[in-house]
């Protein structure tokens, strides 16, 4: 198999774990850090992440140089929502910048594995194939979008805009700039490769089936069952 | 007065067609020197792949070489901000849909302009010159992601050359344009070369049009002069 994944991380670890362990482990910590509001109880959360990525055999500093721009951006926005809310923002700040470090981590864990193996658990966790085909689809695209959003930065700054010498407010709107095209051509790009698919042949069949199948080993129960047992028993824990 | 290429190096952090655990570096640009005077159009021609996109983003300074400079009438343009090199290089690239940036023509036209700091007369004048030649006046209000590839082309090769930069790259300008506007920015780029002495290099396939208005040829193969 073939695929999206990473290759720093050593056979077995998080690498030989069945895919829906790993989707148990995203929406549960996404879900637990969105309804909890308790910083203690996040950053347990958080803990539990970084554990699974050091257990589990990942370099960190390939992770952390992987997720470096998102990290960049969650300290940018606890710092502007801290000078725009003053001391009573920072709680909330807090709290902000470690759900989304919640789930950029858990992104990151999502991505020690083989992309295809994603499509295949979500198919036989009987997601329709249309969804979760669209669902792989769309991760592939991510880097391209990416590199999208460098290339408009770069081709701004060639048609004369100066970042460096803008202030925060004017380089903000400058950077808001960047969405539109990143959206307008992602739009573009989901509508054309809808068409693509349809064109040739994608749900002309009625069904579709896979030679592979994946098979859950006991390691992957518990920890299917463990991570939203852990994460509620933090709630527990730290929310009183 | 020249744009000039000395040894020029670069390579991409690994070769998607090989397999994933090769790391070895394979240069899409590869030693490669020229020299793109001004007042002339100089052709860069060679098959897919053969790294002309490649070389137009590191005439820039999009990319940075590993061995090897862009020289700017003599001066080594590494270290410096693209929105400078901007000023004096305008590129054209392959996909005019990752150079529009603004919700309608006219301002699309205008942001460059205004990042030159040009008074509001002298922007008017230059956009609605180059909006007639192209003929995308009746699109001036136009949000630009709605116009067909053809146009969004000529939009960009507009707001480009509005900036009247010393230096002209375009990458593979001719792409989406039919017959008649191919000759009609073969036409322009002559005008420009002659009258405003601005240096054009034009990454190309379509040999017609090289072979009619490029005053030179350099050919380029596996990221080397061929």
Known sequence: ?240 | MALEVKNLTFSYARNPSRKRRDFSPVFAVNDFSAVFERGKITAVMGPNGCGKTTLSKLLVGILKPLRGGVFLDGENLSGRRLAEIGKQIGLVAQQPDRQLFCTSVSDEMEFGLKCLELDSAEIEARKARYLEYFDLERYAETFPFELSTGEKQRLVIAAVIAMKPAYLILDEPTSALDRGRKAALGALLRGLASDEHTGVVLFSHDESFTARYADGVIKMEEGQTG
Do not use: W
Not at chain 1, 155 to 162: F, N, P, V
């Open chain 1, 1 to 240: 198999m073939t695929g999206g994944a990473s290759n720093h991380v050593k056979s077995g670890g998080l690498r030989s774990i069945d895919p829906r362990p790993k989707l148990m482990l995203m929406v549960s910590a996404s879900t637990a850090c969105m309804l909890t509001g308790n910083i203690p109880h996040i950053a347990g959360i958080l803990c539990v992440l970084i554990l699974t990525l050091v257990v589990g055999g990942a370099d960190m500093l390939v992770v952390l140089g992987r997720i470096r721009a998102l990290l960049l951006l969650i300290a940018a926005l606890f710092v502007i929502q801290t000078i725009f809310a003053g001391m009573d923002g920072l709680l909330l700040a807090a709290v902000l910048s470690l759900r989304l470090l919640v789930v950029v981590l858990a992104a990151a864990i999502l991505l020690e594995g083989e992309i295809r193996d994603y499509l295949l658990a979500l198919v036989q966790m009987k997601l329709p194939y249309e969804l979760a085909f669209a669902v792989i689809v769309g991760l592939h695209f991510l880097p391209i979008l990416r590199d999208e959003a460098v290339n408009i930065y770069c081709y701004m700054q060639l048609r004369g805009k100066d970042f460096k010498k803008l202030g925060i407010a004017k380089k903000l709107r400058a950077y808001s700039g960047l969405c539109l095209p990143i959206l307008a051509g992602a739009l573009r790009r989901a509508y054309e490769t809808s068409i693509a698919m349809d064109l040739r042949g994608f749900r002309a069949m009625p069904g579709r089936t896979s030679m592979r199948r994946l098979s859950m080993r006991g390691t992957d129960v518990i920890l299917t069952i463990f991570y939203p047992v852990i994460f509620i028993a933090l709630g527990f824990i730290f929310v009183r």
